[in-house]
T-cell receptor, first 110, second 112 residues
Framework: AQRVTQPEKLLSVFKGAPVELKCNYS??????LFWYVQYSRQRLQLLLR??SRESIKGFTADLNKGETSFHLKKPFAQEEDSAMYYC????????????FGPGTSLSVIP | KAGVTQTPRYLIKTRGQQVTLSCSPI?????VSWYQQTPGQGLQFLFE???????NKGNFPGRFSGRQFSNSRSEMNVSTLELGDSALYLC???????????FGAGTRLSVL
């Protein structure tokens, strides 16, 4: 079954500390993974996608097919990183669809 | 380019009533997906429409339905409202199914 899991519902880190938001997926095909972010009182928006292999706002994510993971990392957390983060998987069957994980609420403590 | 527009932004209804929510996608986007967002359950997929056809459906009762028009605008209808239907309903549009999704601000529904 196609599934996205984010084991941490809540994650608190101190400002300046490294942060890692975990994402694991279950999918037999070739995955395409995304991270979406929702800041307080803002719309849910795309943060990054694995095929771009880019760093956005200091965040990076590497797709590990062996571990079926797509963890989101940032070396030094900032207060403005506090938000809800969703990992999403694009599946390709007879037609594409996107499956979202349950989300992780990141709180950066000043 | 205008973003995804959802109307109305807020709704208050009573149990047993029905409600219709509207979503206007970004121009050129043919896929519209609907989600229910609650503090307890997070983001839950309702359904997706592409070129006026329902492509995918989440695990929600038949009281939740939707449709898409030829101009890609979509409506979602919830009949016989229950207290548990109180949530933020999000609409997302994309060029095609599975592409990057652009979300609207949502419609906050309160059922009393």
């Amino acid at each position: 079954a196609q599934r996205v899991t984010q084991p941490e519902k809540l994650l608190s880190v101190f400002k300046g500390a490294p942060v890692e938001l975990k994402c694991n997926y279950s999918y037999s095909g070739s995955p395409e993974l995304f991270w979406y972010v929702q800041y307080s009182r803002q719309r849910l928006q795309l943060l990054l996608r694995h095929i771009s292999r880019e760093s956005i706002k200091g965040f990076t994510a590497d797709l590990n097919k062996g571990e079926t993971s797509f963890h989101l990392k940032k070396p030094f957390a900032q207060e403005e990183d506090s938000a809800m983060y969703y990992c999403a998987l694009r599946t390709k069957t007879s037609y594409d669809k996107v499956i979202f994980g349950p989300g992780t609420s990141l709180s950066v403590i000043p | 380019k205008a973003g995804v527009t959802q109307t109305p932004r807020y709704l208050i209804k009573t149990r047993g009533q029905q409600v219709t929510l509207s979503c206007s996608p970004i121009s050129g986007h043919r896929s519209v997906s609907w989600y229910q967002q609650t503090p307890g359950q997070g983001l839950q997929f309702l359904f997706e429409y592409f070129s006026e056809t329902q492509r995918n459906k989440g695990n929600f009762p038949g009281r939740f339905s939707g449709r898409q028009f030829s101009n890609s605008r979509s409506e979602m209808n919830v009949s016989t409202l229950e207290l548990g239907d109180s949530a933020l309903y999000l609409c997302a549009s994309s060029v095609g199914s599975g592409d990057i999704q652009y979300f609207g601000a949502g419609t906050r529904l309160s059922v009393l």
